[in-house]
């Protein structure tokens, strides 16, 4: 009798960690689509640099401390419109 409500008590124990574990795996899959790159934008951002990879994954890591939260894209399109209205003064 004991033996069974050991193994019932572990049974959900094991149940619970497996559901916590597949919460976990499907909030991780949805944190990744949001810092999906842009290739198209990363080109543009190294191109307007001058191929200077380092200043604009040191531009993107400024943006992204100022504004937390964000979805990668829109921090490329945020060093984006800052490297152009720079420019333009």
């Given amino acids: ?7 019932i ?4 124990v ?12 499907k909030q991780q899959k949805r944190v990744k689509a949001k810092y999906k790159l842009d290739h ?5 951002l190294v191109t307007m640099l ?4 380092k200043a604009a ?3 993107l890591k400024n ?5 937390p939260g964000k979805s990668y894209k ?7 419109r800052d490297l152009e209205r720079d420019r333009r003064y």
């Fill in 14 to 25: 094991l149940c619970f960690l497996l559901y916590i574990l597949l919460k976990e795996i």
């Fill in 74 to 80: 829109w921090y490329q399109e945020k060093v984006i």
């Fill in 40 to 44: 198209s934008l990363s080109k543009q």
């Fill in 57 to 59: 994954l040191r531009l």
């Fill in 63 to 67: 943006v992204r401390k100022n504004y």
């Fill in 50 to 53: 001058g191929g200077d990879k």
């Fill in 1 to 7: 009798m004991l033996e069974n409500i050991i193994m």
């Fill in 9 to 12: 008590a572990s049974i959900a």
